[in-house]
């Protein structure tokens, strides 16, 4: 997620709840597409009736990765622990495993050649489930995040115009803000004639005896 301010404000694309986050199962019940993406920004982001998720990388089951990034760079461990944590959510029964190991989905790559049982999946995953927020990435003490939110905060917090471009959702993204622009410049616009109306009306007030309307 780009920017410290921005995540400072992810309380206006979410609830700042870190379980907020429906299994697969729930999702397709919802009526919400999935959005593989390997863009790690995307991940537990909906648009409508999408959600985008990031699959798990094979180095995430490495334990070797795990102890050198500890030691290495905090931020990235916090970063990998929380993303790790969101397939706990994700993750909660056997119907959701077999949607994500489904070849239309491949969220849970095949370790060291094999692929993974959901009992071996639910007890390497299990680890993550007890990380507190102050042990993840401030991201990650949210769960699903909207985009159309997110691509209203961009222009303020990020200096980009949209923090996704979907090109289904532009016009409609330009005309959220340039409605209101309209109304606003025709209220402007009416209570200024209204004004102008009523300074000419008193400055007529004084001939109207003269021209011998009254």
């Not at 009526?31 to 409508?48: A, D, M, N, V, W």
């Not at 009736?49 to 990034?69: A, G, T, V």
């Not at 993750?91 to 077999?98: G, L």
Request: aromatic fraction near 16%; proline fraction near 6%; charge should be negative.
């Amino acid at each position: 997620m780009s920017g410290v301010s921005l995540v400072t404000h992810l309380w206006i694309a979410g609830t700042p709840i870190e379980t907020h986050v429906s299994p697969l199962h729930h999702q397709t019940i919802r009526g919400r597409k999935f959005q593989i993406t390997e863009e790690p920004g995307l991940h537990l982001i909906s648009y409508y009736d999408r959600i985008f998720i990031k699959p798990i990388p094979p180095y995430l089951f490495c334990r070797e990765f795990w102890d050198f990034i500890r030691e290495e760079d905090s931020q990235v461990y916090q970063a990998a622990a929380g993303f790790m944590r969101t397939y706990c959510y994700l993750i909660r029964y056997e119907v959701d495993f077999s949607k994500a190991t489904s070849p239309e989905m491949a969220l849970i790559p095949f370790v060291d050649g094999q692929a993974l049982s959901f009992d071996s999946f639910v007890h390497f995953i299990s680890q993550f489930n007890s990380l507190n927020n102050y042990q993840v990435s401030p991201r990650f003490s949210y769960g699903t995040l909207r985009l159309t939110r997110l691509n209203y905060m961009a222009p303020f917090l990020m200096n980009k115009l949209a923090y996704l471009h979907v090109q289904s959702q532009w016009t409609d993204y330009i005309s959220s803000f340039i409605t209101p622009m309209i109304t606003v410049f025709g209220v402007t616009s009416l209570v200024l004639n209204l004004i102008q109306v009523g300074l000419a009306a008193e400055s007529l007030e004084p001939s109207w005896p003269d021209a011998g309307f009254l």
